[in-house]
């Protein structure tokens, strides 16, 4: 961040109010424009939680959150160029 502050120094820009301002739920979010699956007032709550540091188990081991993005919406698990299948991921114990 003291990069992009010393980059605008000199510019009429305010940083913070693109970075760390308080936001509204009804204002145009930067990832609006993205279909990513999810819900948007899941991903409103999500931020939420992650505002009020708390913490929301993995749905792959909980029940699900209702985020939108799920195996019975035909969402299906992308693969990486490896081949591998990413997900679902298993725990390792260290």
Known sequence: MAAAQQAWADEPVDVDWY??????AEEVLAWDHLDSGLDRDW???DWQDALNETEVDD???TPCFDCGVCDQMGTEIQVGPTG???LPLTVVNT
């Open 19 to 24: 970075t760390t301002r308080e936001r509204q």
């Open 43 to 45: 991903l409103w709550e």
């Open 59 to 61: 749905c792959r081991w």
């Open 84 to 86: 591998r299948s990413l």
